[in-house]
């Protein structure tokens, strides 16, 4: 399986601020890496598919970089909106895994 | 707009089958792969597996010996078995859709449906 590590776990940060989540696969991939944004009592939502693809309907504050083996979601500026807990997901290889979670808050 | 709704008992038995049932509205059951992924509570994200229109499978090894997925394109619903179910399978079950043009995340989901072992 390959395995996803996210950091930072959590993170509190300030609104205004530029906040950068990692994600790191066991496995180089090349762009099925994706990640959704979870809010407390409801389902995940896709914020980014892909390597740097715009989602619709989702914020034009988060950016997405990466390749082979790391990652990275970027939300700048942060808004109060973006208080949630952050996925990344592999579908490059199954089982597709998620990272643990990057808990977000302000 | 794409909906996905999850239906199922809440309460499933030790030993037992755990039964559910995505319906899908607003997009052809047929041009997509539909997943499931559950969470365990105050966990992360597990992938179970998907299926295609066709009735082609591909499942997590963590639970590939004992879950069944299938679709029934006439009722534009698709399902997950889950047997000899124990408590580490209580967690909230979502079903979601997998489409290959978007380097296949899962670009839908549903609400979510908690299901609890316990006798």
């Not at chain 1, 980014?48 to 082979?68: L, P």
């Amino acid at each position: 399986d390959i395995q996803m590590t996210q950091s930072p776990s959590s993170l509190s940060a300030s609104v205004g601020d530029r906040v950068i989540i990692t994600c790191r696969a066991s496995q180089s991939m090349t762009r099925y890496l994706h990640w959704y944004q979870q809010k407390p009592g409801e389902a995940p939502k896709l914020v980014r598919y892909g390597t740097s693809a715009f989602q619709s309907g989702v914020s034009s504050s988060f950016s997405v970089t990466g390749s082979e083996t790391n990652f990275t979601l970027t939300i700048d500026p942060l808004q109060p909106e973006h208080v949630a807990t952050y996925y990344c997901q592999q579908t490059y290889r199954i089982p597709h895994t998620f990272g643990q979670g990057t808990k977000l808050e302000i | 707009q794409v909906y996905l709704q999850e239906s199922g008992p809440g309460l499933v038995k030790p030993s037992e089958t755990l039964s559910l049932t995505c319906t899908v509205s607003g997009a052809s059951i047929s041009s997509s792969y539909w997943s499931w992924v559950r969470q365990s509570p105050g966990k992360g994200l597990e992938w179970i597996g998907d299926v295609y229109y066709t009735g082609t499978t591909n499942y997590n090894p963590s639970v590939k010996r004992r879950v069944t997925m299938s679709v029934d394109t006439s009722k534009r619903q698709f399902s997950l078995r889950l047997k000899s179910v124990i408590a580490a399978d209580t967690a909230v079950y979502y079903c979601t859709r997998m489409t290959p043009g978007n380097d296949n995340a899962l670009d839908v989901w549903g609400q979510g449906t908690t299901v609890t072992v316990s006798s």
